[in-house]
């Protein structure tokens, strides 16, 4: 009974306290920029929450008397205790600090033992220096390999073609099967032709 009676007239107490239409704009206290999406808490009434919009700017019914605690990530904490005014409304520019909070250094280990870090350390494959990779980029299998895989460029295509062009012009009196004439019974046979007329020619020229 005594626990109700004090909470009813702590509850009538509340009741008989002023209505009051609490507005502001939350600004940061160093660079006067606003601060949105603040969480504001009225701890003398059952922690009611609310929220600032984009701009910082926040209106809610209040008592006159109330705590009123601003909180955001990054910022110090505010208090404002709404006086007693006479009118139904108050107005304030709440200014929040910021604060930088600095975390302990983590350094996480892969191993979970130190035999475990042994047993990668011993086999741990050290990678080549660039002067090693210079070289095996540069040696003749490199570059074959590259060779046969890598196509020609518009500049050596036309060069190609130019030479061989050239190679047809200059060959085209030429024998371009390359075949060797003393292997050919045609070539022997037109060999003894002639000779056989040139004997002719001249024994009908010496009976003249």
């Known amino acids: 009974m005594i626990l109700f009676v004090i909470g009813l007239a702590g509850s ?3 009741q008989q306290k002023k209505l009051v ?17 603040v969480t ?4 003398s009434y059952k922690d009611q929450t609310f929220t600032a919009n984009h701009q910082g700017y926040f209106s809610f019914v209040a008592h006159a008397g109330d705590t009123i605690i601003f909180r955001s ?3 110090r904490a505010a208090r404002v205790v709404i006086p007693n005014v006479r009118e139904d409304k108050y107005t304030a520019m709440v ?6 909070k600095e975390l ?16 990668a350390f011993m086999s741990l494959e050290i990678a ?21 895989v890598t196509p020609r460029s518009a ?11 050239h190679i047809q012009l200059s060959n085209q009196a030429v024998n371009q099967r390359m075949a060797n004439p003393l292997l050919s019974p045609f070539a022997w046979g037109n060999l003894i032709r002639q000779i056989t007329e040139g004997n002719k020619s001249r024994n009908r020229s010496s009976n003249r």
Do not use: C, R
Request: proline residues 6%.
């Open 12 to 14: 009538s107490f509340a």
């Open 21 to 37: 239409q609490f507005s502001g704009v939350i600004h940061n206290a160093d660079t006067n920029v606003v601060v949105p999406y």
């Open 40 to 43: 504001v808490v009225n701890q």
């Open 73 to 75: 990530v990054g910022y």
């Open 95 to 100: 200014n929040m600090t910021a604060e930088i």
């Open 104 to 119: 302990p250094m983590v350094t996480p280990y892969p191993w979970a033992s130190i035999d475990e870090f042994n047993m």
């Open 128 to 148: 080549d220096d660039d002067i090693i990779v210079a070289k095996k980029n540069l040696s003749p299998e490199s570059i074959a390999a590259l060779a046969a």
């Open 155 to 165: 500049e050596e295509i036309q060069n190609f073609s130019a030479m061989q062009n």
